[in-house]
């Protein structure tokens, strides 16, 4: 009578245990399937409908070192310059992400500016030189066609 008791609680307990494991199973193959489909889908997304191979266009504005010109261009033209290594060999203050400048024809000669955050405009920021003044406090970059302080806006977003 032990012996009957003893297999069928066993037993019992080993149906449960298998039952569990075959649900956590089931559950992991399901996440899996359902994780291998989601790829499937966003690969030919990518593939197949052209989401996502173009780079989005964004203008950036530049301010060149030798003539003072202003002058805006986007990222795709930036990366489509050359880096001419020559120049930036001699002067180690350029660098490659400097564009060449329009007007004075400059090589690697174009300083980024802000964009305003409100009205888009760009523009540069006070020049503090901190070698011969390096007690000078930097002022917030503030757009001189609207007013708007760059931080203050960053800060209440």
């Not at 350029?94 to 400059?106: A, E, M, N």
Request: proline share 6%.
């Amino acid at each position: 009578m032990t012996n009957a008791y003893s297999s069928t609680g066993g037993g019992a307990s080993t149906a449960v245990r298998h039952r569990g494991a075959a649900s956590k199973q089931m559950v992991m193959t399901v996440a899996l399937v359902v994780f291998i489909a989601g790829c499937m889908i966003f690969i030919a997304k990518q593939l197949f409908t052209g989401e996502g191979n173009h780079e989005q266009v964004r203008n950036l504005g530049f301010h060149c070192q030798d003539c003072d010109h202003e002058f805006v261009i986007t990222n795709i033209q930036l990366r489509e310059q050359a880096p001419d290594n020559a120049v930036l060999e001699q002067d180690r203050t350029r660098s490659i992400d400097q564009p060449h400048c329009p007007q004075c024809g400059k090589k690697h000669a174009g300083m980024p500016m802000f964009e305003c955050l409100k009205c888009g405009h760009f523009f540069m920021t006070v020049k503090v030189n901190l070698r011969t003044n390096p007690d000078a406090v930097i002022p917030p970059p503030v757009c001189p066609k609207c007013g708007t302080n760059q931080t203050e806006f960053l800060r209440n977003e």
